[in-house]
């Protein structure tokens, strides 16, 4: 690989800036273990890296993980050599069941479905994941240090990061969970996991409360002081990095850099669907991105007519997009409103005051002319569920149809190819699929007997201090 290591050699080190502008700039290594900023905001590169188009047309054909090296070597320069990068992405892509990783599916002419759910745990957060578990292995072994993870989820966050870091050197992980409000197979797969740094808790509370508890323990000096507290959720800048690779693996499918092509991102925190704009700052030529929700719709409205304010959480059929606050979307209100920290953590301090906020004019402006939102109710979520089965064939997962009902709904230019962001496993989410279409899918045999096997779990009530203390408990001191 001449040419790549001649690139690799131009390659500064990178450097991350805060969003609100008050934190210390990190290499990628400190940012990896860091999660959030300590002045509350959230890191992003300094400056975005662009690929030529002749760069992007020599993507086409490449290995995933290939590919994957190319497209994140710019990120990891300063932290990791391209040979380091290349072991991580082989170790962690080779644990997906489909050679392609990401494999693309035709719906009709226009339509396609990006199948992002071949991971250990069945849904696209293993693609990050996977390597996130391998660089905080890497970066801890290093610094000689520990990394207690402290994480709340809706579901499948939770178990992509089990899946990532059970049995891994210097690392604790502490999951919350909303009780009662996973489904039997995302709880069961973090549960069933029996390694003695995996800590599973059910929470009486929301994944809004769970995920505030997190925050909280970010902020708490005495747990700070003690543990090294890392993050697994989206805040942390690698695991938007890694998505980034799938929208240029699409892209040089379906003809970029000569072609544009359009998405439909079922959304939650914001993360996935920031991946793509990431895509598109480095050269990728997307047409539009479309920001889809359920009726937990703050994302929509916030788009659609520059309102940011929360409400309070309906559960739906698809409950890893049941949140009210989008953790990610500070970084494009940052990216689009000028980068100015400063402003933006005022901003942000307001909103977290109020829970509610206006976005500027440059924030909307700068967000319409890449973003477009949609929202499904709980019906229209089922019409397009039966519209894959009937039309192509194929079962989806609820998520992943809440993407495709937006798809189906554009008004975009439809030479444009549209390519919905299969999220999850259809067999993770059986009993919304079954009553759009009659059929209930089942595990693939990869799971292995989930139903079977022992859970363990505390549970815990929905107070901070309960789960201060369990942590502090159990948790290895900083090393
Ligand atoms: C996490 C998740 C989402 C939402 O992704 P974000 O990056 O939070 O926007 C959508 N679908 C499924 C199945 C998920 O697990």
């Known amino acids: 690989m001449l040419s790549g290591a001649r690139a690799s050699n131009r390659l500064r080190a990178m450097e991350y800036i805060s969003t609100r502008g008050a934190a210390p700039t990190l290499d990628f290594e400190g940012v990896t273990l860091a999660g959030l900023a300590g002045d509350g905001g959230l890191y992003l590169p300094a400056e975005w890296p662009r690929f030529t ?20 070597a710019p990120f990891v320069a300063g932290s990791l050599s391209e040979d380091e990068l ?25 339509q396609w479905l990006l199948e992002l759910f071949h991971g250990p745990t069945l849904a696209f957060k293993d693609v990050a994941l996977q390597l996130l578990g391998l660089l905080f292995e890497t970066f801890l072994s290093r610094r000689k240090s520990t990394l207690t993870i402290i994480g709340a989820t809706s579901g499948d966050t939770g178990s992509a990061a089990i899946d990532a870091v059970a049995g891994r050197e210097g690392i604790d992980i502490f999951m919350l969970h909303p009780k009662g409000r996973v489904s039997d197979v ?31 323990m970010f902020g708490d000096a005495d747990m700070t002081g003690r543990f090294n507290i890392g993050a697994v959720n989206s805040i ?34 914001f993360g996935d669907v ?16 479309i920001v889809a929700t359920n009726v937990n719709d703050i994302l929509h409205r916030a788009l659609s007519e520059g309102d940011y304010s929360t409400g309070t959480v309906t559960p739906t059929a698809t409950p890893s997009m049941d949140i009210q606050v989008s ?25 977290e005051q109020d829970r509610a906020m206006r976005l500027t004019n440059a924030q909307r402006e700068g967000a319409s002319r890449l973003f477009t939102s949609a929202r499904a109710d709980g019906d229209e979520m089922s019409r397009a569920l039966r519209w894959a089965h009937d039309h192509a064939g194929e079962v989806i997962d609820p998520h992943t149809a809440v993407g495709l009902h937006a798809a189906l709904q554009s008004d ?29 899918p089942a595990l693939p045999t990869r799971v292995g007997d989930l139903f079977a096997r022992e859970e363990a779990l505390v549970e815990l009530p929905g107070t901070y201090e309960a789960v201060r203390d369990f942590v502090a408990e159990h948790a290895s001191p900083a090393g």
């Open 86 to 110: 290349r072991g991580l992405c082989q170790a962690a892509y080779g644990r997906f069941a489909h050679d392609a990783v990401t494999p693309l599916v035709q719906l009709n002419e226009r």
């Open 274 to 289: 920031f991946a793509g704009y990431v895509a598109e700052k480095m050269g990728l030529p997307i047409a539009q991105l």
């Open 53 to 72: 188009e002749s760069e992007i047309a020599a993507m086409a054909g490449l290995p995933y993980a290939e590919l994957a090296v190319r497209v994140m």
């Open 412 to 440: 975009l230019d439809p030479t444009i190819p549209m390519v919905t962001l299969a999220t999850a496993h259809p067999a993770k989410f059986p009993d919304a699929v079954e009553r759009a279409t009659g059929l209930r």
């Open 186 to 216: 995302q709880r069961r797969q973090m549960t069933t996991v029996r390694a003695p740094n995996v800590y599973n808790i059910a929470i009486d509370g929301s994944f809004d409360d769970a995920q505030a508890m997190v925050k909280r």
């Open 327 to 351: 953790s990610n979307f500070e970084r494009l209100l940052f990216d689009c409103g000028g980068r100015d920290g400063a402003a933006l953590g005022e901003q942000m301090r307001s909103f």
């Open 236 to 269: 942390n800048w690698a695991r938007l990095m890694a998505q980034v690779v799938y929208y240029f693996a699409v892209g040089v499918q379906l003809g970029a850099p000569h072609r544009q092509v359009a998405f439909s991102v079922p959304t939650g925190n």
